[in-house]
């Protein structure tokens, strides 16, 4: 069975409910998956072909959450390429702010450049449309399962 590592970055904990709410669909699909509410790159297995779950709040003027900030540092430093990882972003923030959503974006940035690929859409969640965002998650997770499934059979 393929393993999905859900990587969390949360400042009040909404995000860790987007995450949550993945793995059942996850699950009936057909896939494993465990929620990493503080990534570390010296916990994840890098070597071989690896499938991410990013499930990013954006904080203040545009920034990662603390429990993010280390994860980023450790892609950052990476020497490596992440031509193994493949991924999906699920990004949540405020549209009443300049800066929505952009941690998400930078991340992903990040990993392109870094040699990942993206599978599917970045999926943003805006916060003042969906107080309840982990409600939104069946809109988007189903498409980003098709394209799991592509890449897995």
């Known amino acids: 069975m393929i393993n999905i590592d859900i990587l969390v970055g949360s400042t009040l904990g909404g995000t860790e409910y987007v995450a949550e709410a993945t793995q059942p669909f996850l699950e009936a699909a057909g896939f494993a998956s465990q929620v990493h509410f503080s990534p570390d790159l010296t916990m994840l297995d890098i070597e071989g072909q690896h499938i991410w779950l990013i499930c990013l709040a954006t904080h203040g003027a545009g920034d990662y959450p603390d429990n993010f900030k280390m994860f980023v540092e450790q892609i950052n430093d990476l020497s490596d390429e992440l031509t193994n990882v493949h991924f999906?972003?699920?990004?949540?923030?405020?549209?009443?702010?300049?800066?929505?959503?952009y941690a998400a974006k930078y991340f992903d940035l990040l990993l392109r450049d870094k040699g990942a690929t993206r599978l599917g859409n970045i999926f943003n969640i805006d916060v003042v449309d969906s107080p309840i965002p982990e409600d939104r998650v069946d809109d988007w997770i189903p498409l980003w399962i098709k394209d799991l499934n592509l890449l897995t059979n």
Not at 88 to 101: A, F, M, P
């Open 88 to 101: 999906g972003l699920i990004g949540v923030g405020d549209s009443n702010y300049d800066t929505y959503c």
